[in-house]
């Protein structure tokens, strides 16, 4: 079954309308920080349930730089083959956005973390969804919100106690190289994918992070999977992609998440630090393993 699931983000989601077998009226969120996360906007998303009458599981999925055109192939169908409902946020249609893959500044990570914690209060109140059991899973630009609504603060900020939480985090191919406060507490299991070979995100940085948090008692880990490069799970051959924005060399230090904002359109562009270009190239063993590996996570962390 599928629905279309409408949400308004004032920053954070309030109320829920559409062509969807349920009518939805959420609570406000907490109050956001004074700094802004961005302009309200509405945004949509896709809920499909798999066989049976529930309540199942979900997973919210969160697109990459190039918005919603490959997670529901790449994943839904394998998904609720195994028992999960899918949800996903389509971050861009909503702001007018085409892409951010060519400039990052457009809408950043963390400017999204309303549309994601705004996902799992509505799948909360959905009666066919269990709401102690959702899981949040990203994809490169959905791979570093996935990162940062994993966060304590995030937790804290969104969903404090009473509300819906995530049960468990799943980045795929996530930047990992900012270091700021909040990151060093997570408020649920985080399980990261990513390739060895990807120039674009690179596997160390995460794969130092997740052995610091491991090392400080977090439920922090990591797959890195051999020679698959960026998007191994839904790209199509082995694509370079001259034009897009590359922050690899980029590690920013800054006192706070909310640091992780842009600073504004006066600021002069991206940093120096910011390259073009970037390989994508699919990998179907890599694909294979990391589809095996989720679902034993799946199976571990959301029973």
Known sequence: MRARLRSIVLPALLALGGCAPDSIILTPAPAM???SLGAPATLSGELA???????FPAVVLAHGCNGERNTERAWGPTLRSWGYATFIIDSFRGRGIEEVCTNGRTLVPLQRLPDAYGALRLLAAH???DPERIALMGFSHGGALTLLAATA?????FAPAGQ???RAFFPFYPNCNAEFPERRRVSAPVRIH???ADDWTPAKPCAE???ALKDSGQDVAISVYPGAHHAFDQARGYVYLPNVGNGAGCFPRVPGILGLLPSGAASGGPPTCVKRGATIAGNPQAAADARRNLRVQLDDLMK
């Open 209 to 211: 992070l997740a052995a």
């Open 49 to 55: 349930l798999p066989q049976g009458s529930g309540p």
């Open 194 to 196: 990513t390739g060895e």
């Open 33 to 35: 920080p004074e700094t």
């Open 127 to 129: 009666a066919r969804i």
């Open 153 to 157: 603060w995030a937790k804290e900020t």
């Open 164 to 166: 819906p939480a995530f």
